[in-house]
């Protein structure tokens, strides 16, 4: 069985450029929640993916956009980069109906 | 926003002392969860307790919620080098179970 895993593992973008983050859920797990970690904090929620379709957003602005595929496997696309974007970026797949995440290494984007 | 507060924020103990972690939160939960995170990594579950719990353990680990306080706490007892780490707490109302909010976190340090 693997776990979460995600892609790549760090890049580095410019101001103004777009990123695609992707990640492969867990064997089993058919949700998806993207989560973002700037440095010295806790994560922050940024959006859930249920049966290819955002089930929740917490508070991130539109250019913040996902997708999950019909095998689960999900992207984070983040359009307009910000220097305040740079965060490692954590992926996390659930069980249907279960509160347990199970967390990918994450991607660490910088943005200069 | 996070969720509520981390105490402390960084603790240092000697290998084989008890190390113990509070955590506060804001509005009426579901669950409540413990995540332990080695080095900016992906964050890996180590306990959960449901709104109607008031006392678990799990090996070296116990955990008490106290909701009328809206406080947590993690206690890990005989503690070892390799426990070194940030430990967060998040949790999951009643709505939305799984998208979960985090705290701060505190970085513990397990020395030999």
């Known amino acids: 069985e693997t776990g979460v895993t995600q892609s790549p593992t760090h890049l580095i973008k410019t101001r103004g450029q777009q990123v695609t983050l992707r990640c492969s859920s867990q064997?089993?797990?058919?949700?998806v929640s993207w989560y973002q970690q700037a440095l010295g904090q806790g994560p922050q929620f940024i959006f859930q993916?249920?049966?290819?379709?955002?089930?929740g957003r917490g508070n991130f602005p539109p250019r913040f956009s996902g997708l999950q595929f019909p095998n689960y496997s999900s992207e984070l696309n983040v359009n307009a980069l910000e220097l305040d974007d740079s965060a490692l970026y954590l992926c996390?797949?659930?069980?249907?109906?279960?509160?347990?995440?199970?967390f990918g290494a994450g991607s660490r984007l910088t943005v200069l | 926003s996070q969720q509520g507060e981390e105490d402390p924020q960084a603790l240092s103990i000697q290998e084989g002392e008890n190390a113990t972690m509070n955590c506060s939160y804001k509005?009426?939960?579901?669950?409540l969860q413990w995540y332990r995170q080695n080095s900016g990594r992906g964050l890996v579950h180590l306990i959960l307790i449901r709104s109607n719990e008031r006392e678990k353990h799990s090996g070296r680990l116990r955990v008490t919620l106290d909701t009328s306080k809206k406080s947590s706490s993690l206690l890990i007892t005989a503690s070892r080098a390799a426990d070194t780490a940030s430990y967060f707490c998040?949790?999951?109302?009643?709505?939305?179970?799984?998208?979960?909010?985090f705290g701060g976190g505190t970085r513990l340090m397990v020395k030999p």
């Open positions: 998040a949790t999951g109302d009643n709505n939305a179970g799984n998208m979960l909010t």
């Open positions: 509005t009426s939960i579901n669950n």
């Open positions: 064997s089993g797990h058919n949700t």
């Open positions: 996390a797949s659930s069980l249907p109906g279960a509160n347990v995440l199970t």
């Open positions: 993916y249920y049966r290819e379709e955002e089930n």
